[in-house]
């Protein structure tokens, strides 16, 4: 198994800064993409970054310019820089990584953190 823990949700104003951040532990073998989700109230839950383990990173366009997504493969961790928020970013935001286990290292599967409020408020 895998576990994500995400850390550095809160709430800001229109225009401040968060970072978010995501630490897999457990008994992993090797992780692929990792990425960050958001599920706003009323909506599906939908990609806002990901970066696989070639480094090209691809974002939603609502974020294109304001956030930014990197890694540290030796922490297992992913981060998400959010610059200029705007009230719409409001969500949960979800770390997900594509990951093998040591314990079964012939396929993939995804892992889920328990996720993050991020609230902006204007």
Same mark, same amino acid.
């Given at each position: 198994?895998?576990?994500?823990a ?5 709430? =800001? ?9 995501? =630490?897999?532990?457990?008994?992993i ?7 960050? @989700? !958001?599920?706003a109230?009323?909506k599906?839950?939908?990609?806002? =970054? ?8 691809? @974002?939603?366009?609502? +974020?294109?310019? !304001?956030?930014?997504i990197? !890694? ?5 961790? +992913?981060y998400?820089?959010?610059?200029s ?5 409001t =969500?949960?935001? @979800?770390c997900?990584?594509?990951? !093998? ?8 599967s ?6 993050t409020q +991020?609230? +902006?408020s204007?």
């Open positions: 198994q895998v576990q994500l995400e850390s550095g949700g809160g709430s =800001a104003q229109a225009g401040g800064s968060l970072r978010l951040s995501c =630490a897999a532990s457990g008994s073998f090797s992780i692929n993409t990792m990425g960050w @989700y !958001r599920q109230p009323g599906q839950r939908e990609l806002v =970054a990901r970066i696989p383990s070639s480094g090209n990173t691809n @974002y939603a366009d609502s +974020v294109k310019g !304001r956030f930014t990197s !890694r540290d493969n030796a922490k297992n961790a +992913v998400l820089q959010m610059n928020l705007e009230p719409e970013d =969500a949960v935001y @979800y997900r990584c594509l990951a !093998r286990t040591r314990t079964y290292q012939t396929d993939w995804i892992y889920w953190g328990q996720g +991020v609230t +902006v204007s």
